[in-house]
DNA sequence: CCAGGGTGCTTAACCGATTGACCGTCCGAA
DNA sequence: TTCGGACGGTCAATCGGTTAAGCACCCTGG
């Protein structure tokens, strides 16, 4: 079977004029008639006609896809849903345009690097999202320097690329005085790495918020969003001297693995310990006890980081956005503070 | 900032020599000597020059990419680790090559076809991968009458299109094996929904392990994946007449959610409930008590899709690959039926 | 000395679409 | 009657590669 797709130059010679003409119409510019475009629109539509993808970047200049490169293990990868909501969030304000989505799945800084370049050069993409920003990024340099249009999904800490970011800062103080009121003075926060820009934005938050409110036991601990890690850092903080009665986990998944730490510790949640985690999932919901969480709109901000890196393509200025607020979920891993887990054991 | 970017032309004149003459170069086919082969490349390097993938695509007719569409509700999506993990393993087949990958996501089963008819018809992509295998697919008639190459990730049950599956028949059989070893009789499968291709081997496979072993009591009931439909389920079977002492589930996250409907039943398990899930990941591991799980080679399995499809555009012969076996991990969400489970509760 | 055959390169057509330049035709106005 | 536009097209260049065909040049053998 020959391959019958079809190409301008089939409709105009179905429709007897030239390729030219047929372009027109296709477009709809001025220089054919109403009569003319109707035809070659119907004759197109009847041999399902689809431009040529690769005909039209020549010619226009444009790839018609941008690409996102997924820095981390893919061990990681399937458990946190934030990329897979993220990926969600893009395809939604991606769906009904020409544009496609370029995906790559690495574990290696460099090879992120490289595929920007290879993406870049070859005219494979018309523009890039970038997520976990970490402080002096490489990246960021890569792509001013290829002149690259990027959207960062990041606070917006950088003056000359467009960022969609989430107010943490606020949710980080919501959480923090959510567990004051339950009595909590001895809280927690287990980071990831210090690296991301938003973990530091997280801690300074979490810090100051804990300053406001007249906190001398809150402090925290990193960890690299593993499980094992943070078993590892819950274990030796529960087991430790003045244990706290409250812990922030920067991920689901290490909340989780924290639950079950405590779980094998003896230590009832949340009698003695509440937990809450960051990133709201399945996870969260189907644990016992369900884990209080900090939900954030990760595919909302997604789809706005779309829309502004195709606005950048095609021109727009470069602007910051913020996306809704996140929102704290209370369940079963958080209460009051008990008098059992105020009191020193001993 | 101009576009620097730099095309064959660029490198033509920096070498002074044709365009023609740059691609011989290039392209590693005789035409030019040695000398000047090498000279153009160390210019190509120097400017680093990538092919245009949009001329390159026009003049071999190949796109270099593959697609994927990856139909599921976005919320379902999140837990599942399954998509992950085979986008993970596809791009590790795709790493070192010229070939990218297309992704969309849709909660549609139609946008899917019309993806796939864009996606040709628009000369997007070379071959698509097509997951989740319905019984009468009409994604099957639809690459067929496209001509679009295609690899099927699925039991070998078409004859004319690549498969790539893994055995899950005798998978089934060791688990009830394995259940039945330790003295469960009553065996309740919770599957996916039965128009499902994989679904469907599974339950044949489920019937006739129990039967073979003498199990008059071994039933199953469908759900659609979702924590919410496995938890109803789950409830009406162990509230009803003859609860089982063991529950096998045909993916994690319905998994997960049984653990927590027996935890609110106060059914203890192991002691008096087994669960065993279909396809390992973190969240197995994670919960506690954590899950006695099959694992199945996912990554694999799509890193050999891809090889397949590869070679399949490449022009080779469709054939059908079975990936390694399954396996089973077992953890403490298992063990020997109690006297206590065993006894009808009165 | 010349035919024959590699080398090593250039030329030009081609892939499928877009788009500026150009060119008949017809109509209305002067 | 003739000139000027508007209209409705065609033509050809262009995007950045690939590749068949052609063409100098040099070496070799008879």
Redesign the pocket.
């Known amino acids: 079977m020959r391959d019958k797709r079809p ?3 089939d409709i105009a010679k179905a429709a ?6 047929v ?2 119409a ?2 709809g ?1 001025p ?6 475009r109707r035809r070659v629109m119907d004759i197109a539509d009847r041999l399902g ?4 993808s ?3 970047s ?4 444009r790839a018609n896809a941008i690409g996102l490169v997924v820095d981390r293990p893919a061990r990681e990868l399937g458990v946190e849903p934030f990329f897979v909501q993220l990926i969600a969030g893009i395809q939604d304000a991606l769906a009904d345009g020409p544009t496609a989505l370029l995906l790559q799945v690495t574990d290696d800084a460099t090879a992120e690097l490289e595929a920007y370049r290879r993406w870049w050069a070859g005219r494979r993409v018309d523009g890039v999202l970038l997520a976990d920003l970490r402080a002096d990024d490489p990246r960021v340099d890569l792509v001013r320097e290829l002149g690259l249009p990027t959207v960062v999904l990041a606070e917006p800490v950088l003056p000359d690329l467009p960022c969609v970011w989430t107010d943490d800062e606020s949710a980080v103080a919501e959480v923090v005085e959510y567990l004051v009121a339950l009595g909590h003075r001895r809280i927690v926060r287990v980071a990831g790495p210090d690296t991301f820009v938003h973990t530091r934005i997280r801690s300074k938050a979490f810090t100051e918020a804990a300053a406001r409110l007249g906190l001398r036991d809150a402090r925290a601990v990193h960890a690299d969003y593993s499980d094992e890690a943070a078993a590892r850092v819950t274990r030796r903080v529960l087991t430790g001297a003045e244990p706290p009665t409250a812990m922030v986990f920067d991920n689901d998944v290490m909340a989780v693995s924290a639950l079950a730490v405590a779980h094998e510790l003896g230590i009832p949640v949340p009698d003695r310990l509440s937990i809450v985690a960051w990133d709201d999932s399945a996870l969260c919901r189907l644990v016992r006890p369900a884990l209080t969480a900090v939900r954030r709109p990760i595919a909302e901000r997604g789809a706005t980081a779309v829309r502004l890196l195709l606005d950048v393509i095609g021109g727009g200025e470069p602007r910051h956005v913020k996306t809704s607020d996140p929102e704290l979920v209370p369940r079963s891993s958080t209460g009051p503070v008990s008098d059992q887990a105020l009191s020193p054991r001993r």
């Open positions: 190409t301008i130059s007897g004029v030239s390729t030219g003409a372009s027109y296709l477009n510019r220089g054919v008639s109403e009569t003319t006609w689809v431009p040529s690769a005909a039209r020549l010619s226009d200049g």
